[in-house]
Nanobody
C-alpha cells in the first residue's frame, strides 16, 4: 500500500499563500489518483481538490476555485496544493488521500473512496 506524508502547513495571514506537499512512498505513485480534503473543528471532512493519475484532469471545489491549484510530479512521487488568497474560512487540517480506482464522474468528492490517508497538516489563518 502507499504511505502519504503531508507538509507545508502553518500560520499565515489572510490574503497570503501556502503550498502543501504530499510525499508518497511504497507503491507506484502514478497508479493513484490523489485528493486533498480538509476538516475544520466541529465540521465534516470536505473535498478540496483532486487530480487524476497522470495529472491531465484536475478538480477543485467551488469555494477555492481560482485560488487553489492541485498538481503532481510523478517523478518525485509528490502531489501539491498551491493555496493563494487564503481566507479565514480556509483554516482547517488538510489531508492528502490516494485511491487506485479511476475517478468516475464526480466521485472524487467522496472521501470514502480513498483508502489511503496522510496524517494531516494544519493550516491556520490569522486575520
Amino acid at each position: 500500500q502507499v504511505q502519504l506524508v503531508e507538509s507545508g502547513g502553518g500560520l499565515v495571514q489572510a490574503g497570503g499563500s501556502l503550498r502543501l506537499s504530499c510525499a508518497a512512498s511504497g507503491r507506484t505513485f502514478s497508479n493513484y489518483a490523489m485528493g486533498w480534503f480538509r476538516q475544520a473543528p466541529g465540521k465534516e471532512r470536505e473535498f478540496v481538490a483532486a487530480i487524476s493519475r497522470g495529472g491531465s484532469s484536475t478538480y477543485v471545489t467551488t469555494s477555492v476555485k481560482g485560488r487553489f491549484t492541485i498538481s503532481r510530479d510523478n517523478a518525485k512521487n509528490t502531489v501539491y496544493l498551491q493555496m493563494d488568497v487564503l481566507k479565514p474560512e480556509d483554516t482547517a487540517t488538510y489531508y492528502c488521500a490516494a485511491r487506485e480506482s479511476n475517478i468516475v464522474g464526480m466521485d472524487y468528492i467522496n472521501y470514502r473512496l480513498y483508502p489511503y490517508w496522510g496524517q494531516g497538516t494544519q493550516v491556520t489563518l490569522s486575520s
